[in-house]
């Protein structure tokens, strides 16, 4: 697994040297686009609204920030950097234990497992004993690719988990939803509710995630296995070389067969087994 | 019983081929240090640095489709070939550095990946790693039967002959091995002395140049131990595809800074684009004469590395 981030938790007078792995990862199926009459790949082209069709070099591009009125300000990768360092904490630090079912899953964003540093491995393991035991979740203030985020860190299995946590101004209020000030819970009758949590008592089953699986993504996959296995590549122009049939036997034939010219070159044959000699 | 994983044994460089009847030799392979783990129930693989790399090579999982033994720790090297069927480092990086596993099965029909083994460190049930040398080997090639993807890595009592092949054949180099060593966990000792045709390092990007919109040659630094970041020397021949340095010329975009990272100044150069220094890549040469850039340096590959692990030594 790939590093994210690597730093310290601390509580109180103990400090854990961490490094965090993204706990879930993107499946989807991502395309390519080719031009359906000469076949190469279609390509983003950067041009400015007064400079006709030419393209404009990375090095000519500045960073705005553009203001409701239309105006801009601009600002320099070397003021983004200085900010990032300067707010960058490499330490996250417990402000709080809260009860898991405190919060509401609306603020969960994204989910990291927190790996121990070797030299680590014992405040790490207290650490999650602790909030075992204690059935408590830390919060803390994180800075994960220079943006400032709330956190949960809680025990999973032996090891611990951090959620990464949207600040509540982030979370959008949802009376602005379409029929929300409708929605009336008088208008529904007390034999409705029965039969409906009749129902719901019929289908409660145990959580088994390993239950519900993509199904779309996983015909897609098929088609295009299905496509490979039948050879339907596109004709492009310039395709890559066809991979030859080398493998590592001719590989090591070849380097036999140069050892043996060698040695018959420079010394008497000895037998290529040292292991058979007395010693 | 489940095995944690251990640091293995590495080779210290040498300059000359060690001369004696208790030296062997082997080749070189020039690929990711792959050491399996078999309990008996599971298989699991992991690397030098400990990370699990069990998904990543599915082709060498069924350990007793090459290794009769009941429960065993093995440690080689996983390597690729190139198109030319010659080993590479590169291509062995398309493997090793994959991020989505759901990608395995279609790489894994790209560029198939070959287990060169050359140890054995535990044996049906026992620590062997205080065995001689002589004997680690003589259990390997009775319990390895190496098929299409899992082969154990020859020994030569002619080093000096071996060497020399590895040069004819542009081989990484040779590694000495004394048969009445044992094999030290988190060892780095003199008994395995490592020779080579051609010195690498690890470098961290701290500048590119373009020619047109796409990055032809990068510029390499390395820390020393006060952290002040060094120039040692630009590239811009080696491995790459087109399809390489495209994707490097969009992974820069959000890397760019306006001030040189470098605490020295390359050699002039105009137009050069600096980086934040984050993206490490591994980097072949022939000399590196004190006071002076790399020389003849070429593009491996780019690896996944801490750039402040990446020191001057």
């Known amino acids: ?279 | 019983m489940k095995f944690k994983p251990i640091i293995p044994f590495e080779p210290m460089s040498s300059d000359d081929v060690p001369q004696g009847k208790e030296w062997v030799s082997q080749i070189k392979w020039d690929g990711v240090r792959i050491l399996t783990y078999f309990d008996g129930i599971e298989v699991r693989q992991f690397n030098r640095k400990l990370n699990e790399r069990t998904k990543h090579f599915p082709e060498l999982i069924d350990v007793n489709s090459y290794c009769k033994a009941k429960s065993v720790i093995l440690d080689g090297e996983v390597i690729a070939l190139d198109q030319k069927g010659n080993p590479s480092f590169h291509e062995v990086m398309r493997r090793d550095g994959i991020r989505r596993m759901d990608r395995v099965s279609h790489v894994m029909q790209a560029v198939p990946v070959y287990y060169m083994i050359f140890d054995v460190i535990f044996y049906n049930g026992e620590w062997i790693n205080n065995y001689p040398l002589d004997k680690r080997l003589d259990i390997l090639s009775d319990i390895i039967t190496p098929n299409k993807y899992a082969q154990t890595v020859p020994v030569q009592q002619d080093s000096r002959s071996l060497f020399e092949v590895t040069k004819q054949h542009n081989l990484e180099g040779i590694v000495c091995k004394n048969l009445n060593s044992r094999y030290i966990i988190d060892g780095k000792t003199s008994d395995w002395q490592k020779v080579k045709n051609y010195k690498d390092l690890i470098g961290v990007v701290g500048g590119v140049t373009y020619r047109g919109d796409v990055v032809n040659s990068i510029y390499i630094g390395l820390y020393d131990d006060k952290g002040k970041f060094w120039y040692v020397g630009h590239v811009g021949t080696g491995k790459l595809s087109k399809a390489d340095w495209k994707g490097l010329t969009k992974i820069i975009e959000s890397l760019k800074v306006d001030s040189n990272p470098f605490i020295n100044e390359p050699d002039k150069q105009k137009n050069i684009q600096w980086l934040k220094p984050l993206i490490t890549v591994k980097v072949q040469y022939i000399e590196w004469p004190e006071g002076h850039t790399l020389r003849q340096p070429s593009i491996q590959a780019f690896v996944n590395q801490d750039p402040k692990e990446c020191k001057l030594t």
């Not at chain 1, 792995?21 to 000469?38: N, P, T, W």
């Open chain 1, 1 to 279: 697994m790939h590093t994210v981030w690597k730093g310290s938790i601390s509580f109180g007078l103990v400090n854990i040297p961490v490094k965090l792995f993204s706990a879930v990862e993107d499946k989807d199926i991502k395309f390519r686009q080719l031009h359906k009459e000469c076949l190469t790949p279609i390509r983003y082209k950067k041009v400015a609204e007064n400079c006709g069709d030419e393209e404009v070099k990375p090095d000519d591009i500045i960073k705005v920030y553009e203001t409701p009125q239309g105006k801009y300000i601009q600002i320099t990768d070397e003021e983004i950097n200085k900010l990032k360092e300067e707010f960058e904490l490499k330490q996250v630090s417990i402000i709080d234990f809260v009860k898991l079912a405190e919060i509401d899953p609306i603020y969960y964003d994204k989910t990291y497992y927190v790996g121990a540093e070797s030299n680590g491995t014992k405040p790490y393991a207290l650490l999650s004993e602790i909030l075992k035991r204690t059935e408590k979740i830390g919060i803390a203030k994180v800075t994960i690719r220079s943006s400032e985020r709330l956190a949960a860190i809680r025990p999973h299995n032996d090891m611990l988990i951090m959620e990464t946590l949207h600040f509540p101004d982030e979370v959008r209020d949802s009376g602005s939803v379409p029929y929300a000030s409708h929605i009336d819970k008088s208008a529904v009758s007390e034999k409705e509710l029965q039969v409906g949590m009749m129902l719901v008592d019929q289908l409660t089953t145990k959580f088994e995630p390993e239950k519900y699986t993509d199904t779309y993504r996983t015909a897609l996959e098929n088609l295009i296995q299905e496509k490979i296995e039948r050879n339907l590549f596109v004709d492009t122009p310039d395709k890559d070389v066809k991979k030859d049939t080398s493998n590592v036997y001719d590989l090591m034939a070849a380097l036999q067969a140069s050892i043996d010219k060698t040695k018959t070159e420079t010394a008497p044959p000895k037998t290529r087994k040292p292991r058979k000699k007395t010693s």
